[in-house]
C-alpha cells in the first residue's frame, strides 16, 4: 500500500485501538480520558496529513480506495472491507475526529467523578469509530455496519446514567435509549431494504466499484435500471423505489418528521453525547447518505418531492417546538431537529454542496451550544431548567461569551457561519429551484430558530438569578479550550463558502459536479432582509424574556406566553404531539392487542383449548377405556367368550 | 351304538354348562369347577372324534389334557387356599384390586 493508503486505513484504526484499550486495560479515569481524546486526536492529525496529501492529486485522481481484505464472496456479490477517501469522505472525516477530539477533551472535566469513566469514554471511541466507518465505507455494507455501530453506541451513551430513574425534564435514561433503538430500527428497515433492492437489480453494493467491476452508482450514471413490482404502490421505477427506502433510513436517523421523537428524549445522556451524537455527527449520517447517493436522488424526482416535504416541515416542527422548551437541552434537541430539516431540504432541493456546508457549520456551533449548555450544567450541579437560572452572565462570563457567539451563528446573524450556510440553502429553494413555499417555511423556521435562542440568552444569563439555593460557578478545566476551538469556528466557519470564494464547492466538485450557483445582487438583498428580520425576531425574543417577562418566568410553573396561546403553546411543548399521537394510534392498540392475544388467544385458545383441552379429552378417552378394567374376573371371562366366539364365528362362516 | 351327535350334544351341552358356571357363579370353587367341565367337555368331544376318525391322535391329547388339568387344579386349590386364609371368602366378585 502506498503513503497514502496507509494514512487512510490509520484514521479509523486509532479510535478503535483507543476503544479496545479502554474498554479492556485502563481502569483509572484520568488516563481513560487522556488516552480517548488522544487517540481521536490523532486520528485528527493522521485526517489532515490525508487530505494535504488528497488535495495535491489531480482533481480527477481525488478518489482513493483502499481495500483492507475481502468481506464477503457469494457468487458474483463481492463485498469487502475497503475504505473510500474522496473530498465528500474528507470533510465528513475532518468534522467527526476533530469535534470529535474537542468533545473527548471536554468530557475530561465534564465526566470528572463519574462513575464509570472507562466505560464512557470507551464508547465514545467506539462511536468515533463507527462513525468513521460510516463515512469511509466504499460500499453501503459496511456504511450500514458504521450506520448500525453509531446507533448502538447512542443506545449506549444515552443510557450511561442507566440506574438513574428521573433525569430532567422527567426522563428516564434507560427508556429512553431503547426509544431511540427502537424508532432508529424503522428507519433502519428501510435502509436495509434499499440495499437487498439493490443487490438484487446491480448485483454489488459498492459506490463506485472496485477491480474493474462498476458500482451501482456507476450503472446508475449509465441509465441501466428498471421497475420493480411494489405490491400496493404499484410499478416503481428502482430508483424511486431505492430512494424512498434510503429516505425512511434517513428520516429515522436523522430525525426527521415524523421519526424524531427519539431525539428530545435523548438529552437523557451525558451532554457531551448529545454534542458530539446527537447534534454534530451521527444524526447528520443522513444527510451523507443522501449526498453520497446523490446520482439516485437526482433521478428520483418523485422521492426528493419528499425528502423537501419531510425536511421543510421537520424544520418548522422543530423551531416551534424549540420556542416552548424550558430545559435547556431540549431547546437545543428541538433546535437539531430544526436544523437537520434545513439540511434535507437542502438535499431534496439538489444544493448538496450548501447540505454539506450547513452540516459543517451546524456541527461546529451547535457542538458549541450544547458544550456551553454542558459547562452551565456543570456549573449548577445538574440543573438544566431554565426557569431556575437567570443572571449566569456575572457568575460564567466564558460560558456566556462564547454562548452568544454560538447562539449568533445558530440565529443566521451576519458574519457568523450559520448566516453562510443557511442562506445558501434559502437562497437557493428561493432562486435556483424556484421552490417558493419551503423557502418560506425555512425562513420562518429561522425567523423562530432566532427568537428561540434570544429566549434561551435571556432566559440562562440575564436578570437576576431566580433560584437563591443555586450557586453557580465557572470551573472549566479542560472544558475551557474546546469552547474557545469552536467559538472561533463559529465566527469563521462561514469562509469555507462564502460567495466568490466557494472553497469547499470547489473541493466537493469532483464528487458532486455541482456548478457553482452565480450569486447576484437580489440575492444579497434577500440575505440581508432575512438577516434583518432574523435579528428582529432574536431581539425580539431577548426582550420580551429579559424586559418585558422575567417577573413572571416562576420555577415549576408555566410560560407567560402559555397564557395567550393555551392549548397551542402546550401542544408546541411537546413536538406537536406527535409521541401523543404515536401513544395513541400505536402503543395503546398495540397494547391492548398484545393484551386480547394474552387473554383470548393464548390463554383461552391455545393454553385452555389446545393444551389442557386436549389433555383433558385424553383422560376422558382413559377415563373410559379404564371402566373396562374392572378387575371382575368374571367380566373378564365373559370377553373372551365374546372374543372366541366372534373369531371362531368369522372362521367358521368367513371361510 | 351310541350315535355320534349325541356325544358331541353332550359335549357341547357340558361346555355350556360350564361357561355359565364361570360366568354365573360367585363362589371361585365354582368357577374352578365349571371350568374343570369346560376342559372334560373338550376331552369327550377329542374321544368321540377319534372314535369317528378311528384315530389315535385325539386321544394322546386327551392324556395331556388331563394331566395338565391335575397340575392345574393342584396350582389353582393353592391359590384358592390362600385367597381364603387372607380373605375368609371365596367370592370371586369381592376380588377387584387390579381395577383399573
New interface residues.
Given amino acids: 500500500m502506498s503513503q497514502i493508503s496507509w494514512l487512510i486505513a490509520l484514521i479509523p484504526a486509532l479510535p478503535l485501538v483507543g476503544f479496545l484499550v479502554n474498554a479492556f486495560l485502563v481502569r483509572n479515569e484520568r488516563a481513560n480520558g487522556i488516552i480517548a481524546s488522544a487517540s481521536v486526536l490523532a486520528a485528527f492529525a493522521v485526517t489532515v496529513a490525508a487530505v494535504a496529501n488528497l488535495a495535491m492529486l489531480e482533481e480527477d485522481a481525488r478518489r482513493i480506495s483502499v481495500t483492507l481484505w475481502e468481506w464477503i464472496a457469494v457468487g458474483k456479490l463481492n463485498i469487502s472491507i475497503g475504505l473510500l477517501f474522496d473530498p465528500l469522505t474528507a470533510v465528513m472525516t475532518l468534522l467527526v475526529t476533530g469535534v470529535g477530539a474537542l468533545i473527548h477533551i471536554f468530557s475530561i472535566s465534564y465526566m470528572h467523578h463519574d462513575t464509570r469513566p472507562a466505560r464512557y469514554f470507551a464508547y465514545l471511541n467506539l462511536f468515533v469509530f463507527s462513525m468513521l466507518m460510516l463515512v469511509m465505507a466504499d460500499n453501503l455494507l459496511l456504511l450500514f455496519l458504521g450506520w448500525e455501530g453509531v446507533g448502538l453506541c447512542s443506545f449506549l451513551l444515552i443510557g450511561h446514567w442507566f440506574e438513574r430513574k428521573n433525569v430532567a425534564p422527567g426522563i428516564v435514561p434507560s427508556e429512553a435509549a431503547t426509544k431511540a433503538f427502537v424508532v432508529n430500527r424503522i428507519g433502519d428497515a428501510g435502509l436495509l431494504l434499499a440495499m437487498l433492492l439493490l443487490v438484487s437489480r446491480f448485483g454489488t453494493l459498492s459506490f463506485y466499484g472496485i477491480d474493474g467491476v462498476s458500482g451501482y452508482l456507476s450503472q446508475i450514471a449509465e441509465g441501466s435500471f428498471t421497475f420493480v413490482n411494489m405490491g400496493i404502490f404499484g410499478s416503481v421505477a428502482v430508483i424511486s423505489a431505492v430512494a424512498m427506502l434510503m429516505l425512511l433510513g434517513v428520516v429515522g436517523k436523522s430525525a426527521q418528521f415524523p421519526l424524531f421523537v427519539w431525539l428530545p428524549d435523548a438529552m437523557a445522556g451525558p451532554t457531551p453525547v448529545s454534542a458530539l451524537i446527537h447534534a454534530a455527527t451521527m444524526v447528520t449520517a443522513g444527510v451523507y447518505l443522501i449526498v453520497r447517493n446523490h446520482g439516485i436522488f437526482d433521478l428520483a424526482p418523485d422521492a426528493t418531492w419528499w425528502v423537501v416535504t419531510l425536511g421543510s416541515l421537520t424544520a418548522l416542527i422543530g423551531a416551534s417546538a424549540a420556542v416552548t422548551q424550558f430545559d435547556i437541552k431540549r431547546v437545543l434537541a428541538y433546535s437539531t431537529i430544526s436544523q437537520l430539516g434545513f439540511m434535507i431540504v437542502a438535499v431534496g432541493i439538489g444544493a448538496y454542496t450548501a447540505a454539506i456546508f450547513h452540516l459543517l457549520t451546524h456541527g461546529l456551533f451547535k457542538a458549541l451550544l450544547f458544550l456551553g449548555s454542558g459547562a452551565i450544567i456543570h456549573g449548577l450541579h445538574d440543573v438544566q431548567d431554565m426557569r431556575r437560572m437567570g443572571g449566569l452572565r456575572k457568575s460564567m462570563p466564558t460560558v456566556y461569551r462564547v454562548y452568544i457567539i454560538g447562539a449568533l451563528a445558530l440565529a443566521g446573524i451576519f458574519p457568523f457561519a450559520g448566516f453562510w450556510s443557511k442562506d445558501e440553502i434559502i437562497a437557493y429553494a428561493w432562486y435556483f429551484n424556484q421552490n417558493h413555499t419551503t423557502a418560506i417555511m425555512l425562513i420562518f423556521s429561522s425567523l423562530l430558530t432566532a427568537f428561540y435562542m434570544g429566549r434561551q440568552v435571556a432566559l440562562t444569563f440575564e436578570g437576576e438569578s431566580r433560584d437563591t439555593d443555586l450557586h453557580a460557578h465557572e470551573h472549566l478545566g479542560s472544558m475551557k479550550w474546546p469552547l474557545y476551538l469552536l467559538a472561533f469556528g463559529a465566527i469563521v466557519g462561514g469562509i469555507l463558502n462564502i460567495p466568490g470564494i466557494h472553497w469547499l464547492h470547489d473541493w466537493l466538485h469532483p464528487v458532486l459536479h455541482e456548478e457553482v450557483e452565480l450569486f447576484t445582487w437580489q440575492m444579497g438583498i434577500f440575505a440581508g432582509i432575512t438577516t434583518i428580520l432574523a435579528a428582529g425576531s432574536g431581539y425580539l425574543g431577548y426582550w420580551l424574556y429579559s424586559r418585558v417577562l422575567p417577573d413572571q418566568i416562576k420555577s415549576g410553573e408555566e410560560d407567560p406566553a402559555h397564557y395567550y396561546l393555551g392549548d397551542i403553546w402546550k401542544g408546541l411543548e411537546l413536538g406537536w404531539g406527535i409521541d401523543y399521537a404515536y401513544n395513541r394510534l400505536i402503543v395503546k392498540p398495540y397494547r391492548h392487542l398484545a393484551e386480547f392475544l394474552h387473554t383470548v388467544v393464548d390463554r383461552q385458545a391455545i393454553d385452555g383449548i389446545l393444551v389442557e383441552g386436549s389433555a383433558r379429552v385424553m383422560g376422558r378417552l382413559a377415563g373410559f377405556?379404564?371402566q373396562?378394567?374392572?378387575?371382575?374376573?368374571?367380566t373378564y371371562?365373559?370377553v373372551f367368550?365374546i372374543g372366541v366366539v366372534i373369531v371362531i364365528g368369522y372362521v367358521v362362516i368367513g371361510a | 351304538m351310541v350315535p355320534t351327535f349325541l356325544y358331541i350334544g353332550l359335549s357341547a351341552l357340558l361346555f355350556t354348562i360350564g361357561v355359565l358356571g364361570v360366568l354365573l357363579r360367585r363362589s371361585a370353587l365354582m368357577v374352578f369347577m365349571s371350568i374343570e367341565l369346560m376342559l372334560n367337555s373338550a376331552n369327550l368331544a377329542l374321544v368321540t372324534f377319534a372314535n369317528e376318525w378311528q384315530s389315535i391322535d385325539a386321544q394322546i391329547m386327551v392324556f395331556f389334557v388331563i394331566t395338565i388339568a391335575a397340575a392345574e387344579v393342584a396350582v389353582g386349590l393353592a391359590l384358592l387356599v390362600m385367597i381364603f386364609r387372607r380373605r375368609q371368602s371365596t367370592n370371586i366378585d369381592a376380588m377387584t384390586t387390579l381395577k383399573g
Fill in positions: 377405556g379404564a373396562g378394567q374392572n378387575g371382575n374376573v368374571r371371562a365373559l367368550l
